[in-house]
């Protein structure tokens, strides 16, 4: 079966968090996209913020150690790592997904400058308000789990 390399993005900004609507899907989902060709997950997951929300992100670092030499240096570890089941559309087969989940704040002076109806600010309260049609269950549990845990600290 094809796999494909994603990147995916939790942006939080205080008690909220900034997703998008899936043109596709028409649900509620963190920026993220395909990680292109000589891109690592990192700059996939800054460049889909900038793409999809107009947003300039900051990763919140989850490593164990940070090497940093000349021929070897860390680059940023991703929260959470899925295997998606994409079914077939149109003329693509039925395919899997490997996402590397990101956790991220705005950068110092940046806001997002996408129209509300497709990007949005949600705080927890409204998120546990959504239906299934608006948001995956997966969705859901890690956004559950994000704001509830302690992962955030320095950030919530």
Known sequence: MKKEFTASTYIFDGAKVLLVLHKKLKKWLPVGGHVELNETPEEAAKREAKEEAGIDVELIPQENITVNHPNARSFARPYLCLLQEIPPFGSQEHH????????????????????????????????????????????????????????????L
């Open 96 to 155: 899997q997904h490997i996402d590397f989940v990101f956790v991220a704040k705005p950068q110092e002076g940046s806001k997002h400058e996408a129209p509300q109806e497709v990007v949005r600010w949600f705080t927890l309260e409204e998120l546990r308000a959504l239906s299934h049609e608006e948001l995956f269950l997966e969705t859901k549990e890690i956004l559950e789990h994000l704001f509830t845990t302690r992962c955030l600290t320095g950030v």
